[in-house]
């Protein structure tokens, strides 16, 4: 019988071989599966584009698809490991991303009828609007438009100007509700619209069912997308450099007017806008309102503000999975006219006054699993609460260097906040109806927060601006479950541990996911780059 000697040092190799394959194979395994986080649009016309944004597509190979029901999208424009550009077929259902490591939670997508327009810097406006033949404006463009369509705009920076703004779109230039109009970027381009010789907003909507994506807005007199109207969304999208000149009493990079009703904003870059603190990111109302996955920062003013100034009130704003850094004044603002908001998972950071303010008189907002750090120059606290009513605090995770982590006023009625985690120091101080405390003393005095408590959070990185969680940090399982986002800021199921984690992360998440920026200036003083 034939005998085969295996030395030592072979064994050890093929040893060591052995378990760096087990390592891998269990690391596969393990390995999360895609989510989904928004798509731009959630209807469009077989042949058009979508853009998909989320967590974990990896790359593209054999086993990717993206599907719509059971059918195939019709091409892969691109394809990164947190977007994706398809092509729609032409028999749909709801959206989903399938990878090796599974399939991903399913977006509602819809089918509508429509044409591609083209604009592009080589056109004309007396063309029929064609690939071959395309307008010379996005002006021209919304003329021609049918309900469903969609406008692609081709590289190039567009000098708009159209009664008073840059684009204006009236009530003649909507789409409908099962059939809304598309104003997109073309994929891998950058379009810009510069409404610096309109004089007011550069893009202005008085009508509903439109959608923008994937664009520059800049240069407006006022504000960079204003809209007055329903069923819209802004997507994909940056928008800089807004500034009040002239007549214009405030603006924003993103002015929601009128109580609107479900508008959605996501996933847009928000920056460098305003002149002055009036000026702000997100200056919004409207019913059924939603602000998803927006990075606002170095804004003059507010980066988010929820608001009415006409005693009028709006419901069911849902205000999450943000990041808010570096503005001038508070990271997020819910205000007059708002009842019934709902902030979570949002990270706040780096802002001059407070990482959440409730001033004004708002109704019934609940704030919970959000992340705020380093926020209140002066006097300021990291949660201020002052004139409003019935307020909900649950699940915070509260840290920063100036230890000042809520003062809630005598004007607040009505508030309930616990199972939160604040940063301890000796020097942490606590302000309740006027009057400085420590942690002991503030819970005696308010009776609030019996559930809550001091520690450090275990940040991966403070420093780095990465708020996930790190082993053995107190904020892990503490939150209430009564009063806890189902998901995370990275649409991770809050079912990790024993209970939902504080803050807005859960720590299954690890720190795999992008952290947010770190913040250069904590207020807007320059101009974008």
Not at 49 to 59: E, L, P
Not at 220 to 228: I, L, Q, R
Not at 408 to 427: H, P
Request: charged letters at 10%; one cysteine or more; a neutral charge.
């Amino acid at each position: 019988m034939l005998r085969v000697e295996i030395r030592p040092m072979l064994r050890r190799t093929l040893v060591s071989l052995f378990l760096a394959w087990c390592v891998s194979a269990v690391g596969a395994l393990a390995a999360d599966p895609p989510s989904i986080y928004f798509s731009d649009v959630a209807s469009a016309p077989a042949g058009s584009f979508v853009v998909i944004r989320g967590r974990d597509f990896g790359a593209q190979g054999t086993a990717t698809q993206v599907r719509f029901g059971t059918t195939a999208a019709a091409s892969i424009f691109s394809w990164t490991s947190t977007k994706i550009v398809a092509v729609v077929p032409s028999v749909v259902g709801a959206l989903t991303v399938q990878t090796s490591n599974g399939t991903s939670n399913a977006v509602p997508f819809a089918l509508h009828s429509g044409r591609t327009l083209y604009v592009a810097k080589t056109g004309s406006d007396s063309n029929s609007g064609s690939a071959s033949s395309p307008f010379l404006t996005i002006n021209k463009a919304k003329t021609s438009t049918l309900a469903g369509d969609v406008v692609l705009v081709r590289a190039g920076t567009y000098l708009e100007s159209a009664n008073g703004a840059g684009v204006y779109f009236g009530g003649s230039n909507g789409g409908t509700a099962s059939a809304p109009i598309t104003y997109r970027g073309y994929p891998g381009e950058t379009v810009v619209i510069d409404g610096s010789s309109g004089g007011g907003s550069t893009i202005y909507i008085s009508t509903s069912n439109l959608n923008f994506t994937s664009l520059r807005i800049t240069g407006a007199h006022g504000t960079g997308w204003a809209a007055n109207g329903s069923n819209l969304r802004l997507a994909e999208s940056e928008l800089d450099n807004n500034n009040v000149i002239g007549p214009a009493s405030s603006g924003a990079g993103v002015n929601i007017q009128n109580v609107c009703t479900n508008v959605k904003v996501f996933g847009n870059k928000i920056h460098h806008n305003g002149s002055t603190t009036l000026d702000h990111g997100l200056y919004v109302k409207g019913n059924a309102m939603e602000l998803a996955w927006n990075e606002v920062h170095h804004n003059f003013g507010y980066g988010i503000h929820l608001y009415d100034t006409n005693s009028l009130t709006f419901t069911n704003a849902d205000v999450h999975s943000n990041v808010s850094y570096a503005n001038g004044l508070s990271g997020i603002l819910v205000s007059s006219g708002a009842s019934g908001a709902r902030v979570y998972n949002n990270v706040s950071y780096g802002n001059t006054q407070a990482g959440l303010a409730l001033l004004y008189n708002p109704t019934g907002t609940r704030a919970y699993n959000n992340t705020f750090h380093g926020n209140g120059a002066g006097n300021y606290y990291q949660i201020w609460v002052a004139a409003s009513a019935n307020t909900v605090l649950s699940g915070n995770v509260v840290t920063g260097s100036s230890n000042r982590m809520i003062s809630i006023e005598s004007s607040a009625t009505g508030v309930t906040a616990d199972y939160s985690l604040y940063g301890s120091d000796s020097s942490t101080s606590f302000k309740w109806r006027g009057t400085t405390y420590t942690f002991q003393g503030y819970r005696q005095a308010s009776g609030l927060d019996s559930h809550t408590s001091l520690g450090d959070p275990l940040y991966v990185s403070a420093a780095g601006s990465d708020f996930h969680l790190g082993a053995g940090s107190p904020a892990i399982d503490g939150a209430d479950v009564t009063n806890a986002a189902a998901l995370d800021l990275e649409n991770r199921p809050r079912t990790a541990g024993a209970g939902p984690d504080k803050g807005a992360f859960e720590f299954a998440s690890g720190s795999s996911g992008t952290p947010p920026p770190t913040p250069q200036n904590l207020r807007r003083t320059d101009k974008a780059p």
